[in-house]
């Protein structure tokens, strides 16, 4: 006798999953990955609980569905006390994704793993990073390698231009300094509230061009009272209207990759998760095809 096996799905949830997908690998034009890390958190932990969060607030918020866009959802790397090996493993997944023809989605953790991703990216043409801080410190708290240092060793080890940092309004003499010797553009949260459209237009013309682009959102850049879910909330920051409508124009022009990060889901009262999903689907609504798999 057969045995049918279909019953099982039938009667049985797995668990959450990115929007729902049970989409493969092979399908996709998207293969999101979780990265469950924050060991290095300076202030309050718990952004390793970030990828379940999205997941769970993802499947339950009404997303826009103007066309269908084919993720899959690869699961979570595996947890690690290790910066060195949570970079390793972002980096191995990243160029795999990227070699299958796929664009990364990852969700963090905290903002660190960006520096595992960018380098293995192959050729990338800008990295546009929402965020309220720089994190261009030297060191922080005795180590080189933390979520307030990652974008400085970032730019010591490879070349990336343009650098466009959007939101920021808080920052440490001597991130302001490394920002302007490294060639970083900023647009502070104050050019955006007070005046949206210059703010377009400013990276609209900074990003001009521009095919094959980093985005990386750390969700601080919203003001905490629309996402009180953060490691480290900063008041002053953009709404989530903001938000979009800028993450639209940049993915727009073209995606390589895009993570989220620095969700706290423990003090998060379910906000910070759906602004969060919402930017990453914008993004992935809004960018064009594949650029790295039609090059
Ligand atoms: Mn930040």
Redesign the pocket.
């Known amino acids: 006798m057969k045995m049918n096996r279909n019953w099982i799905e039938f009667l049985f949830y797995r668990g959450p999953s990115f929007v729902g997908t049970d989409t493969s690998f092979e399908d996709a034009d998207y293969a999101v990955f979780g990265v469950p890390f924050d060991a290095t958190s300076s202030f309050r932990p718990g952004s390793r609980f970030a990828p379940l969060s999205l997941r769970i607030m993802s499947e339950y918020l009404e997303l826009p569905a103007e066309r269908m866009i084919r993720i899959c959802d690869l699961g979570d790397l595996h947890i690690t006390a290790s910066v060195d090996v949570m970079l390793r493993r972002v980096g191995e997944a990243v160029e795999r994704i990227v070699e299958a023809g796929k664009i990364p989605v990852i969700l963090g953790g905290e ?1 660190t793993l960006t520096l595992g991703s960018v380098l293995r990216l192959g050729s990338i043409d800008g990295l546009v990073i929402f ?3 720089l ?1 261009m410190r030297s060191e922080f708290m005795d180590t080189r390698v933390n979520h307030t240092t990652w974008l400085r060793r970032l730019l010591e080890e490879g070349e990336i231009k343009p650098v466009i940092l959007v939101g920021a309004r808080t920052y440490a003499e001597e991130e302001f300094a490394a920002a302007y010797d490294m060639g970083v553009q900023l647009i502070t949260s104050a050019e955006i509230f007070l005046d949206l459209r210059g703010a377009v237009k400013k990276l609209d013309a900074l990003t001009s061009g521009l095919r094959n682009i980093y985005l990386s959102i ?1 969700v ?1 850049v919203l003001d905490p009272g629309y996402a009180p879910g953060v490691s ?1 909330p900063e008041p002053g920051g953009i709404a989530p209207i903001h938000l979009y409508e800028l993450v639209k124009l940049v993915a727009a022009k073209g995606l390589a990759a895009l993570d989220i990060v ?1 969700v706290n889901p423990l003090f998060d009262n379910g906000s910070a998760a759906a602004c969060a999903v919402y930017a990453a689907y914008y993004a992935m609504l809004s960018s064009t095809t594949s650029s790295l798999a039609s090059r």
Do not use: G, S, W
């Open positions: 903002h965020d309220a801080h994190d750390d601080d480290n620095e």
